[in-house]
């Protein structure tokens, strides 16, 4: 257990779906990120949050949307995704945002049919 | 252009053997790394960081190893049990820049035979 809750482990949509991924952290921190992890590539930042605002957004396509409504509770909103957005999503959270130790969720595996 | 190089994609050691895992850098602004090892179905954990400030840092069996000069650090870890089959990642930040957080390499994927 890490602190870092991602829900659903597994997520299998269409193109035309539209999906939430959901993250929730009880550690007490104050920074949230995205990432993307795909076959053979580094882990790719998507996303940061930090104190609840977007502090950085990795040139990601629209079709990626986050949110991040209080410090504990951060979303990724899917919506017209290709199937080469398939790939396994990672949710993490750090003290601040200059990056001490990040912890990360176990991970939602997408699959865009 | 890949900031942070794990140019071993896989490595297999005898149990009870020493395993060396490399991590190479290209940002020189880079002054902290960290080691996540990562098993299959779940998040990565952190696993032991250093500092630029140090060449060394030790936690158990785990030992990270910075070269700064080489833009290259290792993590060993000795000895090898099958427990520590696992993908790890190496990564960095450029903290004393600011807002910067981590870049990650490709991984190493460990396997310890028993």
């Known amino acids: 257990e890490t602190g870092v809750t991602q829900t659903p482990r597994h997520l299998v949509m269409g193109m035309t779906n539209k999906k939430s991924l959901k993250c929730e952290q009880h550690l007490g921190h104050n920074a949230m990120y995205w990432y993307k992890q795909s076959a053979k590539k580094p882990l790719e930042l998507m996303f940061v949050?930090?104190?609840?605002?977007?502090?950085e957004n990795n040139s990601v396509p629209s079709r990626f949307s986050p949110e991040c409504p209080n410090s504990s509770h951060l979303f990724l909103h899917l919506h017209t995704l290709q199937p080469e957005d398939s790939a396994l999503y990672l949710c993490?959270?750090?003290?601040?945002?200059?990056?001490?130790?990040?912890?990360f969720g176990q991970g939602t595996r997408l699959t865009v049919v | 252009d890949q900031q942070v190089k794990q140019n071993s994609p896989s490595l297999s050691v005898q149990e009870g053997r020493i395993s060396i895992l490399n991590c190479d850098y290209t940002n020189s602004m880079f002054d902290y790394f960290l080691w996540y090892k990562k098993y299959p179905a779940e998040g990565p954990t952190f696993l032991i960081s250093i500092s630029s400030i140090k060449d060394k840092n030790e936690d158990g069996r785990f030992t990270v190893f910075l070269n700064k000069s080489a833009k290259h650090l290792s993590l060993h870890i000795v000895p090898s049990q099958p427990g520590d089959s696992a993908v790890y990642f190496c990564a960095a930040s450029a903290r004393n820049s600011g807002n910067t957080p981590l870049v990650f390499g490709k991984g190493t994927r460990l396997s310890v035979i028993a």
């Open positions: 993490a959270s750090s003290q601040d945002s200059v990056n001490t130790e990040a912890f």
């Open positions: 949050y930090s104190l609840e605002e977007r502090v």
